[in-house]
């Protein structure tokens, strides 16, 4: 007797359970965008219907590129700036928003 009742409690479990994964659900979603000074905007991926490179991400690229201690310094479009060291001489790059490509290197 109680095998039939943990046998019954189980398909009703099972019935509920289907039956309401089977309901659809409305959902919305919401993009916030901050704008941050000295960042611009974050995350920085879709901006006046271009699709930028975060500040963030550009940090990264100039890392790669050679430099050490990337920080950034005006990360406003269409260029991102940051200041950055190599060789022990710190410089002042700068790096196209839209494609991650260093436009230009300085020395401060």
């Known amino acids: 007797?109680?095998?039939?009742?943990i046998?019954?409690?189980?398909?009703a479990a099972a019935t509920i359970a289907a039956a309401g994964s089977t309901a659809t659900t409305a959902r919305a979603?919401?993009?916030v965008?901050?704008?941050i000074p000295?960042?611009?905007?974050m995350p920085g991926y879709v901006y006046e219907g271009r699709r930028y490179i975060s500040c963030r991400h550009g940090a990264r690229i100039v890392d790669r590129r050679?430099?050490?201690?990337?920080q950034p310094?005006?990360?406003?479009?269409?260029?991102?700036?940051?200041?950055?060291?190599?060789?022990?001489?710190?410089?002042?790059?700068r790096l196209n928003a839209l494609?991650?490509?260093?436009?230009?290197?300085?020395?401060l």
Do not use: H, K
């Open 29 to 31: 979603e919401v993009n």
């Open 73 to 93: 310094w005006d990360c406003s479009r269409p260029y991102y700036r940051y200041r950055a060291r190599r060789d022990g001489i710190w410089w002042l790059v």
């Open 7 to 11: 046998l019954l409690a189980t398909l």
């Open 38 to 41: 000295g960042f611009g905007m």
């Open 1 to 5: 007797m109680d095998f039939r009742r």
């Open 99 to 107: 494609n991650g490509i260093i436009v230009s290197a300085r020395p």
């Open 66 to 70: 050679g430099f050490n201690r990337v």
């Open 33 to 35: 965008y901050l704008n």
